[in-house]
């Protein structure tokens, strides 16, 4: 049994409703994120996932219902919050280099600090050689990468990522994965990560929260109690798997 | 990527060089021609060669082409400045502020068909022949093109670049600043573009109607004086300057748009 969580919360998310026009999204949901959690989101295709982080972060205002983010409203400006965005959101007007500095120029952070995370940054997503390439001239793939390496740039206490690795290839995504892992621990961050994959899912989350189909409730919270770093092969992990993939399908 | 079409490189190279080259060969070969049977309706490249060298000996009104290329281009010059401080500052208001769209959209709406050329009986009634209504004309000409490719360019915005700026914590000076601005600078760019080549041609028009130097007042004296040698390399000299001007502008774009090829 995994002990009681007594970190304080981090996002609290009441009665979270969402409509566009008639269609309704998200129907009152309700639930907790402790800080330094690492949340993953799944649920079936168009049901709302990313909506719901959309919500968070105030490019959607909810319909109805309250958001919080330490206990007062979601403000990027007094939150150290970073976003990937599903869709791709590199500025093609700045250079690969850049474009990993831009969040940490807005926060002022003094030259030296900034190139030097900068640097750091182009190293771990292999992007160093394109430090002056724009990013109209590299792969989806590469393009993913800078987005990535801008939100882990800010060393941001709340880090929200809607599918950052679905265009990656396997052998880029496990990296990735365990580098989102060690940012995590290192930063003690709190991660909320919707993504497809299920095996993803349970590779990375302390907890999974499982969305139904759409309009999106929470179906299930699943407590991932198994050590890391973990084995995709393990029997626990597999069942884990399993259960999950069951549930999506199973509406 | 580069899209393979079958033909070798080197043949496309010589093909896109000389098609250029063979174009120019057979205007020239046609106007020696077309000369050679009609001198009085159009004098020979060699007479207009001659009548070219004659501009600088004997100068025109005390001037020499160089200088009625110059006292055009200073207007033109002058008048881009300041449409480029106008036009892209108010380009830039009524593409972000939705209220100030509201308010000057339709004036703007109203002037915007009227032809830089349909102002100049006001502007002569008004302001006289002299300097000022000239770099005037020119402004109104040329102010147009760049508030509509501005403020096109900053309604073009993409919502999510705009949604980067937020999630980051830019203030809205920020993200016109940082986000709104650079996407529509190509935009912008192409308004300088055509300002610049509607600025060239209004300032011609100017001169033509008076002024006593300007490549426009030496067409209207060539005309004038049936001297068509005179309107030839006048009309020559335009015709260099303004590919002059827009190759300069193709390379600037190059520098202050780098990621748009
Ligand atoms: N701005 C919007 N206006 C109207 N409808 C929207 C808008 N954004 C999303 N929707 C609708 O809301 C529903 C949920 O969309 P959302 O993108 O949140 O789903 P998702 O779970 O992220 O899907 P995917 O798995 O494809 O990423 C969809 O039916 C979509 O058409
Ligand atoms: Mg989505």
């Known amino acids: ?251 | 990527m580069e899209r393979m079409n079958g033909e070798p490189k080197a043949l496309r190279n010589v093909l896109y060089w000389g098609l250029p080259v063979l174009a120019i060969g057979l205007i020239a070969i046609g106007w020696i021609a077309f000369s050679g049977s009609n001198p009085d309706l159009m004098p020979s490249p060699a007479a207009v060669w001659s009548r070219f060298i004659k501009t600088f000996t004997k100068p025109i009104a005390k001037t020499t082409l160089i200088g009625h290329a110059w006292a055009s281009l200073k207007r033109v010059l002058l008048a881009l400045m300041a449409a480029w401080a106008f036009g892209i500052s108010f380009g830039i208001l009524i593409g972000w502020n939705k209220k100030a769209r509201a308010f000057f959209g339709s004036i703007f709406e109203v002037i915007r068909p009227i032809p830089p050329i349909a102002w100049i009986p006001i502007i002569i009634m008004w302001f006289g022949i002299g300097e000022f209504p000239k770099i005037l004309l020119v402004f109104i000409g040329t102010f147009v093109p760049l508030v509509i490719n501005t403020s096109t360019g900053i309604e073009m915005v993409d919502r999510i670049n705009i949604q980067v700026g937020q999630i980051f914590g830019g203030n809205s000076s920020q993200i016109l600043k940082d986000i709104v601005i650079p996407t529509a600078l190509p935009s912008i760019f192409a308004g300088i573009r055509t300002s610049v080549s509607s600025g060239w041609t209004t300032v011609l028009a100017a001169e033509m109607l008076g002024a006593n130097a300007g490549l426009g007042s030496l067409v209207t004296r060539g005309w004038q004086g049936s001297d068509l040698s005179l309107v030839m390399v006048a009309v020559i000299t335009i015709a260099v300057i303004g590919a002059l001007l827009s190759v300069i502008l193709q390379k600037l774009e190059k520098v202050v748009c780098p990621w748009n090829h």
Not at chain 1, 222 to 239: E, H, K, N
């Open chain 1, 1 to 251: 049994m995994p002990t009681e969580d007594n970190r304080p919360i981090k996002v609290e998310v009441k009665n979270l409703t969402k409509r566009f026009g008639d269609l309704l999204v998200l129907d009152h949901m309700s639930f907790n994120i402790r800080k330094g959690e690492f949340v993953c989101v799944v649920g079936p295709t168009g049901c709302g996932k990313s909506t719901f982080l959309n919500c968070l972060t105030r490019i959607h205002m909810p319909s109805e219902g309250d958001l919080y983010i330490d206990g007062v409203p979601a403000d990027p400006k007094k939150h150290n919050i970073s976003f990937v965005f599903q869709e791709p959101s590199a500025l093609p007007w700045l250079t690969v280099a850049d474009n990993i500095a831009y969040g940490l120029k807005i926060k002022r952070l003094p030259k030296e600090e900034t190139e030097q995370r900068v640097n750091q940054i182009l190293d771990l997503m292999g992007l160093q050689e394109f430090r002056n390439a724009y990013p109209g001239e590299l792969s989806v793939s590469a393009e993913q990468r800078i987005i990535i390496g801008r939100s882990f740039a800010m060393k941001p206490d709340l880090l929200l990522m809607d599918e950052p690795y679905g265009q990656m290839d396997v052998k880029m995504r496990f990296y990735l994965e365990d580098e989102v892992i060690r940012l995590w621990k290192e930063l003690g961050s709190t991660v909320i990560f919707i993504t497809h994959n299920i095996e993803e899912a349970v590779y990375l989350a302390e907890k999974v929260l499982i969305l139904t189909n759409k309009p999106a409730k929470i179906k299930e919270e699943i407590v991932i109690d198994l050590p890391r770093p973990r084995d995709i092969t393990d029997s626990r992990f597999i069942a884990y798997r399993n259960d999950i993939t069951d549930k999506i399908k199973w509406w």
